[in-house]
């Protein structure tokens, strides 16, 4: 059975269904919340006023960015581990 998950988002609710084999869906959401109130916060301090979908725009954005990054690290620790353990093979092997 599919979970309906509630956020809200500028002082309105939104739901949305999430399928019932998704164990994060709510820590997805509040993750959304965090950025968005996140950059309200940075934006407060400009003098511009920017509209809800510049905002979540922006959010969006900044956890893409975030993802990429740890995508990039992730590969760069496999990569890493997996010469080491070519490496300790090798020289396992010599010694054997």
């Known amino acids: 059975m599919d979970k309906i998950i509630t956020i809200e988002l500028f002082g309105q609710q939104y739901s949305f269904k999430a399928e019932s084999g998704v164990s994060n869906a709510n820590e997805v959401a509040d993750l959304l919340i965090r950025e968005v109130a996140n950059v309200e916060k940075q934006l407060s301090k400009s003098t511009a006023k920017m509209n809800k ?11 893409s960015n975030e993802f990429i990054d740890l ?5 760069e620790l496999v990569d890493n581990i997996s010469e080491r353990s070519a490496s300790l093979v090798n020289m396992l092997d010599v010694s054997l």
């Open 53 to 63: 979908v510049t905002i979540l725009t922006l959010a969006a954005l900044n956890i």
């Open 71 to 75: 995508k990039r690290n992730y590969s």
